[in-house]
């Protein structure tokens, strides 16, 4: 049990000693914190076999979202905000031990048609009723909730599904790089066949899906009548042979749509900050490499509404402090592993709490242009083969 301590929770003698009654059982395994500080709080988080809110009344729920963020299998109450935050990646149930206890298993909480939400999350590790819960992991190497402060991420980029598909031909197309697929639909009514090189973040999608490295796709020339990849050629070493496959599973006269973060607007324009990039592009880097592989390439900004310019524009300013703390770029000598452990953990920290209109921003706040592609947030690189 973690809480604050009696002279600020007055009922907290009263909960110790209804748990002696109650639960004589465990009531002598009980460890009770008032002291634990958010490094601890996030480290019992994130070791727990499962984290219970059974609140009678929550108004954000930011511990729900903390315990997601930090892996542990969340159970909420079924009441306040915690039925929304918590939905369909946990368990929502009255705040009673017996409805703890009577709990269904996962394959009786979780229908079929919840579990495109759930995908989101690798299996927990609890046991008993709470055996399958998932566990959110929030990691710079992929777009997988909507939750807090990452919903303008998670919007982007639904937004670039959606406008990808305005740009497609009819047919079967190749999502690559597709992560937990989580707007794939945006592309109906055309058939998707989703490729990523994580299988678990392939688990549960409702549609042909294959494991594989893009840079080695395990099908025959011509299968597709377009590609889209969306956030993953910076993923990789070498885009050459990732956009050389692209080309050689595309039919003749196919089209590819490559979407990439602008380099001069992402990070700093001199420096890969993500560490889960190897390569970052402006406009002109990106239609000269497509233009290997392709007859025709067009390049497109994407533009977004002031409400997340501001928001785009706060977090730079908040990378800009923090580097500033390295002067010397010492950062380039620690490895690439240990720089994305703290990018997630950072990650994860920062978007616990949302910044003003982070959770207005929808699909709508992004359009596709033709021109300030210098100022744009993302790049589309539209390919029809030779």
Known sequence: MVGSDAAAWPSSADLRAAAAAELPEVAGRIVWRSDASDAELAALMAGADA?????????FGFPALEAMACGAPVAGSDRGSLPKLVGDAGLVV????????????????????????????????GRGPFAQLPAMVITGERVTTPQGGFNPSFQRHRAEYRLSASLLPDGKVLDLGCGIGHSY???????????????????????????????????????????????????VPDPERMLAEVARVLRPGGRAVIVTPNRLTFGRPDEIIDPYHYIEFDRQELQQLCRHYFRSVEILGLQASARYQAIHDDERRELDRLLARDPLRLRRLVPRRVLQRLYDRRLSSDRVKPR??????????FRLESIGLDESIDLFAVCDLR
């Not at 003003?356 to 706040?365: K, Y």
């Open 51 to 59: 984290f219970c809110l059974p609140s009678f009344g929550e108004g």
């Open 94 to 125: 009255e705040p009673t031990a017996a409805a703890v206890q009577d709990a269904p298993s996962p394959a009786g909480w979780v229908p079929s048609s919840a579990r495109r939400g759930a995908r989101d999350y690798p299996v927990g590790r």
């Open 356 to 365: 003003p209109g982070a959770l207005e921003i929808g699909p709508e706040d």
């Open 185 to 235: 639909r945006e592309l109906a009514p055309r058939e998707t066949v989703g490729v990523d090189i994580d299988p678990g973040a392939l688990a549960g999608q409702e549609r042909e899906t294959h494991v594989a490295d893009m840079r080695s796709l395990p099908f025959e020339a011509g299968t597709f009548a377009a590609v889209v990849a969306i956030q993953s050629i910076e993923h």
